[in-house]
């Protein structure tokens, strides 16, 4: 009885380990192979035109994919650091300080923590015209410094770490709440900071809808952005190795970071969410 | 004397001066947002050729531009079909998600059954979780198109004599989309209710054991009722989730909703309106679903402040 159940529950895992790899794995073979080999149908061996394929992705002149990357990095990045700066301050001021506006503070931001950002879009779109920011990464990365997500992360992180002593033993010592802050809560957030940089980084760079919207020019198109360009291009006349190999450019920076890191994100998963 | 004003010193200003930031930048880009939104919904602006016409007050005639269709009946509105569409293709992934969640969960969390490689397991169902999902659209629009390798191995096994054309069906385009969101999700769901399961306490589940009871007994007895709660909040933010599709379909079906409107999402067509500058309509559009969301989100809250307020993090 025991035997089989253990072999129907590997037979499941297995099938759905080929499912999950399957589509990945097939990018990866055909990123290989030239247009008229890709189009003769799948093969499970990879071919010889990575590097050509490679090259004429990137000197393309109609798809600008360094530009593309560089921009998704400077967008990804910009959105971490400030994410993760304003949500670890705002969860150590709530957390460590008693305030009228407390209570009332955090309860806010949790209410306002599942609203889609695609419902103020119109509004944020007309906002970014009169300050005059379209094209430009700054309404991306300024507003990331409200994060309420991050922010319950890290305010439930410190419940469990921070203690009151540590801040009231730099006190003493005669540091200011400010360098205490910056020097002492900060360092200690390290493993929660360490998780939620590759949340942030993660969804930034696979971030579509409001980039779409707001980055017309091609010199500040995203990767998303570039793909969306290929999608819509007359692909019958379009080098399928360049499609796949673009697609696989586009992913490997986060699948890369991933797998390095699996184990720590993997157990961020659950730590983001409620206990039952 | 001195030493009792030292005593005395407030930190009250500190807390609000950290939690500054955060309120002055959400009310400038969300807040300010989100109210302009509202406040658009009542005017009606438009493009002949070149030239931005209005914005003229209109009233609600947005909102009844929204809510009723070509027909003038509020049925027929295209509000409902793109709302049914959003609800299929989320049902299409979220019924096979949920129920191989709880089923590789219980496995996994299951000590006599002592799953081997749990940590490969878990790394490759995540794994589609970080993809970027317009990559992934692209990839699989690749895969299952007319000349694709889906299509070729079909053909070589003598499956099919012609090519399918997959995404030209609303059953193949809206299964692409569903069995997209499911590879996309699962893996998370199962994590998160591993979490749950592996939080109830051993000995329920020894006694029952001593008791005789079957695995199958156990699961539907004592762990369902007792992850009933994550299963909840799952389940509210998978379908607040689900109603914000919009990468998926638009790179899958390059922006169309096609065939024949079908794969049309809520926020695809929010993007439209966007897109095209009809501000008024987009306005109403979004103040609408602005208040369904809201009593979603609203529900999500209260587990998530019931939780926050009986203790620590889920770990």
Redesign the interface.
Known sequence: M?KL??FL??A??IF??L???F??F??LM?ATRAHAEV????SFFPGASMVNNFRNVIENPNMPVIRATINSFILAIGTVLMVLY??T??A???H???????KF???F???????????????????VETMNLRNSFI?FI??A??SPVT???MI??M??TLSVEIIEAARIDGSN??MT?NRIVLPLMKPALAVQAIFTF?GT??S??MPA?LLDDPDMHT??IL??R???ADFLNFD?GQ??ML?GL??LP??VV??IL??Y??AG???????? | MAKIKAKGVSYAKWGYIFIAPFFIVFSIFTLYPVLMTFYYSFFERFMIGLNQHGPYYVGLDNYVAVLTGADGSFFSSNLWQYFLNTLIMWLLGFVPQIAASLLLAAWFTDLRLNLKMQGFFKTVIYLPNIIMAAAFSMLMFQLFDTIGPVNATLLRMDVVEEPVRFLSSTMGARGIIGLMNFIMWFGNTTILLMAAMMGIDPALFEAAEIDGASPRDIFWKITMPLINPILVYVMITSMIGGLQMFDIPQILTNTSGGPNNTTMTLIMHLNQHLFSRNFGMAGAFSALLFIGMSALSLLVFKTVANNAASGGPGH
């Open positions: 025991i159940r253990r529950s590997y499941t895992l759905l380990v499912l999950c790899l589509p990945f097939v990018l055909n189009l003769r149908g799948f304003f949500s301050l705002t150590f001021g709530i460590a300080y008693n305030f009228k506006l407390k503070a955090f309860v931001i949790l209410l306002i923590m599942m609203l889609p950002v695609q419902l103020s879009a119109l509004g944020f779109i007309r906002l309404p300024i507003p410094a409200a922010f319950f992360f439930q992180y419940k469990s709440e400010f802050f993660v760079w696979n579509f809808f919207l990767l998303p793909i969306s290929l999608r819509g399928l499609v796949y697609i586009s992913i986060v699948v991933y797998l699996s184990k994100i993997v998963v659950s730590l983001g969410g409620v206990k039952g």
